[in-house]
């Protein structure tokens, strides 16, 4: 079972943000991505993902306005969260939201944060993160905190 880890805002190391802003498009929002901070000092050491990594993306609703600097946009109300757990030795074999090397979740906000929406990775998750198969299915060039 992949649970929503709590208060990984205050406790864990902020790896980047993302905003996707067109309209209709499955991960439009502000992207938050969250990891534990010895899961991000692994990676830095080695370029890889150390066993139990728990990886946590929070999509939030964009707010938009003029500022005094300029236009703006801002993250608003959670939407989803998506949460992934690294798994080098494949413990979960026959578990449809385990494979590839990872533990896949989607935490509706809608529907609370104990439910996990996911019922199979490659139907639910795995299309969205295709471009990223080289690096281990994870956007990593846009955390800047992974860099040494």
């Known amino acids: 079972t992949i649970s929503l880890p709590t208060d990984f805002r205050s406790r864990w190391t902020h790896l ?3 905003v996707v802003q ?3 498009a499955p991960g439009q929002g502000f992207h938050d991505v969250y ?19 728990t990886l946590v993306k929070e999509i939030r609703s ?6 005094t600097t300029g236009p703006g946009v801002w993250a608003g109300e959670n939407k989803v969260w998506f949460v992934m757990v690294k798994d080098t030795k494949g413990r979960f074999a026959g578990n449809a939201n385990w494979g590839k090397g990872w533990g896949w979740a989607l935490f509706d906000a809608s529907k609370g944060r104990n439910l996990n929406a996911s ?3 490659d139907k639910d998750c795995i299309g969205c993160h295709v471009p990223a198969k080289a690096t281990d299915w994870v956007f990593v060039q846009g955390y800047p905190t992974l860099k040494p």
């Open 22 to 24: 067109q309209d209709g």
């Open 119 to 121: 019922a199979d990775h």
């Open 35 to 53: 990891t534990e901070p010895a899961s991000a000092a692994a990676f830095r050491k080695t370029g890889q993902w150390p066993d139990g990594a």
């Open 62 to 67: 964009l707010q938009s306005g003029s500022l």
């Open 16 to 18: 980047g943000s993302w």
